[in-house]
């Protein structure tokens, strides 16, 4: 049995997917979909999240958007969803969308300044070097997209590839699927790894060992598993020494009877990245912080002050929705923003953590790079970069495919 510690989007996603490809799996959290998939957006933009000093990010976004479509509709029957429950956002172009709010209307950047018109340019450019998709707008052809966008926004960059979906609506659908799929989730904390301490797999991970229930239900002191797959986001560190790092980020939920925008609009304001996702029920997701507070996740006055200040500048109207909802969320940070996806160096440890901005959009890819597929994109996010390299017998994790090539990947 293979043991996936986290059930946030991405451990459940490869929960999912290994189960669905005939693997034994379980599941362990003490709260499944509650740490940074219940506080993120959801925005599924390679395109225009990612800067172009960080091609191998977007290389990877962009493989991971592509198995979106596939995922959702297959999670949403997997989960006993009846696909398109939600009418397309009014103003769209009638994209697809599944039982988990899947929607491909694209994201629309814009700016205001000068400076602001430059940076689009060049990044306009990189993406069609990378022979990406993006159409550059003029501020009237903005407004006409977007009519609620202030008469200041003096250009724009369309991505009409990107997409967005409910990431709470996703995480739920996930554990429907699992208990319809009979894997079990144990809801219980993770205190370490337990290691063989003997033989020829003198270090190995074997299991894990638990916390005792906070109310003092009953919780098995550890579970035992032939692999074990850490997907605890943040909290990876403390369990593998894995280097990651809390990211904060602060986020708002607003509504509205009449929805505000048709697709997802983000700008740069005051030189911090502000976005504001539509819902398909009217609620307006606008986000989102970035700080480097460690484990802090307080929400602070200054910090939805900065959001709804910046927000207001690229649409006016935001201020007269209803708040739903104030949240905050440690996003797991990499040294290089790239994920750890991989064997650990460790036997037995495997690693499904670090993606820090990405881990709703790179759930997808995540899962099908734990079962051997596209080496070259599992090359880019081998967990062996920030380690020594070991010799060829020197990488455990588990054996998923042996075509995999994620032993040479070191
Ligand atoms: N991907 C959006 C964020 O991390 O805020």
């Known amino acids: 049995m293979e043991l996936i510690v986290g059930g946030g989007i991405v451990g459940l996603s490869v929960a999912w997917r290994l189960s669905r490809a005939g693997r034994a799996v379980t599941v362990v959290d003490p709260a499944p979909a509650s740490g940074a998939s219940h506080a993120a957006a959801g925005m599924l933009a390679p395109v225009s999240e990612v800067s172009y000093t960080e091609e191998p990010l977007l290389r990877l976004g962009v493989a991971s958007l592509r198995r979106w479509p596939s995922f959702a509709a297959e999670?949403?029957?997997?989960?006993?969803?009846?696909?398109?429950?939600?009418?397309?956002?009014?103003?769209?172009?009638?994209?697809?969308?599944?039982?988990?709010d899947f929607r491909a209307d694209g994201t629309l950047d814009v700016a205001f300044g000068a400076d602001d018109l430059a940076a689009l340019d060049e990044l306009a450019a990189f993406m069609g070097k990378l022979g990406l998709p993006v159409e550059r707008l003029t501020g009237r052809e903005c407004r006409r997209l977007e009519p609620m966008l202030a008469p200041s926004v003096r250009g724009g960059l369309l991505a009409p590839g990107d997409a967005w979906v409910d990431p709470r609506r996703?995480?739920?659908?996930?554990?429907?699927?699992?208990?319809?799929?009979?894997?079990?989730?144990?809801?219980?904390?993770?205190?370490?790894?337990?290691?063989?301490?003997?033989?020829?797999?003198?270090?190995a991970v074997v299991g894990v060992e638990l916390a005792a229930a906070a109310g003092g239900g009953a919780v098995p002191a550890e579970i035992q598993a032939d692999g074990v797959v850490l997907a605890a986001g943040v909290w990876s560190a403390e369990l593998a020494g894995v280097p990651v790092r809390p990211v904060k980020g602060q986020i708002m939920r607003l509504r509205s009877a009449e929805p505000l925008l048709s697709r997802c609009v983000r700008g740069v304001v005051h030189g911090a990245p502000v976005y504001l996702v539509p819902r398909g029920d009217g609620e307006l997701v606008v986000g989102a912080t970035q700080e480097e507070l460690g484990f802090d996740t307080r929400v602070t006055a200054g910090g939805l002050y900065e959001l709804l200040r910046d927000a207001r500048e690229l649409v006016p109207g935001v201020t007269e929705l209803e708040v739903a909802e104030v949240v905050a969320g440690l996003r797991p940070g990499t040294p290089d923003n790239l994920p750890l996806i991989g064997p650990s160096g460790t036997p037995g440890l495997t690693l499904a953590t670090g993606h820090h901005r990405g881990g709703v959009l790179l759930a997808p890819l995540t899962a099908a790079l734990l079962q051997g597929e596209e080496p070259e994109l599992a090359a880019l996010c081998s967990p062996a970069r920030h380690h020594p390299v070991p010799g060829p017998q020197g990488f455990g994790g588990l054996p998923y495919d042996k075509t995999s090539g994620s032993e040479e990947m070191g």
Do not use: C, I, K, Q
């Not at 995480?171 to 904390?189: F, H, I, K």
């Open 75 to 100: 999670l949403a029957a997997d989960a006993g969803l009846p696909p398109g429950v939600l009418a397309p956002s009014p103003g769209s172009s009638g994209a697809p969308s599944y039982g988990v």
């Open 170 to 203: 996703v995480t739920s659908a996930l554990l429907a699927a699992l208990e319809r799929r009979g894997v079990p989730v144990v809801r219980a904390r993770v205190s370490r790894l337990l290691r063989a301490s003997e033989g020829p797999g003198d270090g």
